[in-house]
């Protein structure tokens, strides 16, 4: 019934139309696919914001990875199974490295973590009321030079 009622009105304002500006013929039937068309307005798409984590954390034991974490879902939303892993070399090391796409321009609260081999978490940065934050920029890349704790 709803769609009737639609379609009267939009026959009717066409027939409007036409007579206010002497038209006549089908030219001006009101379109049925136009009713149905989702509308998406003002939807942009947004391009993420490519982050790299660089920390230096020289205490780490054989086995033990560094992981950096955060409150957005990218950096898993302050789960410690989502952390987002760096690595290391033995040519690099002690300096660890990673990526994420972060959503631009947004508040960011993020910390480094040491897990061990078995993905137990044996060391937040500086517990869980000391975090470090940024905002992302509206566009480009977001690049750290850490180290681990000393902020």
């Known amino acids: 019934m ?3 009622t639609a379609a009267r009105a939009g026959l009717v ?3 409007l139309v036409a007579a206010v500006l002497g038209i006549t ?3 001006l039937a009101a379109p049925a696919a136009v009713a149905a ?3 998406t307005a003002g939807a942009t798409e947004v391009a993420p914001i490519a982050a790299t984590f660089n920390v230096t954390a020289d205490f780490t034991s054989w086995g033990q990875n560094v992981y950096v974490v ?3 879902p990218a950096l898993g939303g302050w789960d410690t199974t989502k952390a987002v892993p760096l690595t290391t070399t033995s040519s690099t090391f002690p300096a ?3 990526g994420a796409a972060l959503p631009p ?3 960011v609260e993020y910390q480094y973590i040491v897990k061990n081999p078995n993905g137990s978490v044996a060391r937040w940065e500086k517990g869980f ?3 470090r934050t940024t905002i992302t920029p509206p566009t480009g890349t977001y690049i750290t030079h850490d180290t681990f704790g000393g902020y």
């Open 25 to 27: 013929g089908p030219a």
């Open 70 to 72: 955060g409150n957005v």
């Open 13 to 15: 304002a066409a027939g």
């Open 129 to 131: 009321q000391q975090n």
């Open 96 to 98: 660890w490295t990673g």
């Open 37 to 39: 068309a989702p509308v």
């Open 2 to 4: 709803q769609n009737r």
């Open 105 to 107: 321009n947004t508040y």
